[in-house]
């Protein structure tokens, strides 16, 4: 089934650590640019950090940069973000999705995982 499948979430406190992974089923995963969007109740979805095909460039938005570091491993088509000093304001839904476009805009995305909860509570 041609999908994007994400897992990872959780409830962690301020300062904490979580690695979001992206796991991608029934297309040919390095022929594309992988980006993490994230979205809070009531706003936009925001995207956050996207991977070349082959994992040589990445870009952050920078509320997250510093923080959180994405990579990839085409030989398990699997993306991974990996979430460092996690704030309060991180608290959102996770999503990882496809596309061939080097931007952080989602509507350049064409496939979308169904969402990681990301809860950064005390």
């Known amino acids: 089934q041609l999908q994007l499948v994400e897992s990872g979430g959780g409830l962690v406190q301020p300062g904490g650590s979580l690695r979001l992974s992206c796991a991608a089923s029934?297309?040919?995963?390095?022929?594309?640019?992988i980006g993490w969007f994230r979205q809070a109740p009531g706003k936009e979805r925001e995207g956050i950090s996207s991977i070349s095909s082959g994992g040589r460039s990445t870009r952050y938005a920078d509320s997250v940069k510093g923080r959180f570091t994405i990579s990839r491993d085409n030989a398990k088509n699997t993306v991974y973000l990996q979430m460092n000093s996690l704030k309060p304001e991180d608290t959102a839904t996770y999503y990882c999705?496809?596309?061939?476009?080097?931007?952080?805009?989602?509507?350049?995305?064409?496939?979308w995982g169904q969402g990681t909860q990301v809860t950064v509570s005390s």
């Open positions: 999705a496809r596309g061939k476009m080097w931007t952080l805009y989602p509507q350049w995305y064409d496939l």
């Open positions: 029934e297309f040919t995963f390095d022929d594309y640019i």
